[in-house]
Structure formats: C-alpha cells, structure tokens
C-alpha cells in the first residue's frame, strides 16, 4: 500500500533530519535505516502499529532504537502519515 506524508508531518521530518545531522549525528545513518525499514513495514502490513489512544481513527507505531513514532491511518488507497513524533515531547501530538 501507498505510504504518503500529509503537510501535517513537515515541520516533524524536519525536525527528525535536524536532530540526526546536528545533535546526534552519530546515530544519523541508523536511525534512517530504522526509519526506512518501519515504512517498509508499514506499506506492507498497514495495520503493524497499534491503535491510538488520543484518536481511535489512527494508529501509532514505534521507530525502533529511537524516540519517534510514526501517527498514521489507514484509507482503502493509502496510509498517511500525520506525525512522526517525537516521544520525549511528551502530551498528546
């Protein structure tokens, strides 16, 4: 299945890229990989994560070995990507 990022997400990817280059730039390439290997997961089983607790029409899916969560749901053609949350922000995204 289709894995899309909504607008809602581009200041999180940013955020994630910022973080990787600038604070921890040692667990940058890992940490892609990681990412890369949970969208692959994803695509193919689009019910992987588990549901949310905040909102029962989305899903929340964990980034291995980092702080992200990947908050998607799933359409008949598509999943979205509403946030890729960073989990030490703490609260509700």
Not at 50 to 70: A, K, M, N, V
């Amino acid at each position: 299945m289709k894995l899309v990022y909504l607008e809602e997400a581009a200041q999180d990817i940013a955020w994630f890229r910022y973080y990787y280059r600038s604070v921890f730039p040692e667990g940058s390439a890992k940490a892609r990989a990681h990412l890369k290997a949970i969208q692959q997961t994803l695509a193919a089983n689009p019910y992987a994560g588990h549901p949310s607790e905040i909102r029962p029409d989305l899903r929340e899916l964990s980034i291995p070995r980092t702080p992200f969560t990947l908050i998607y749901r799933v359409t008949q053609s598509q999943i979205e990507v509403l946030r890729l949350w960073d989990d030490r922000q703490g609260g509700g995204f």
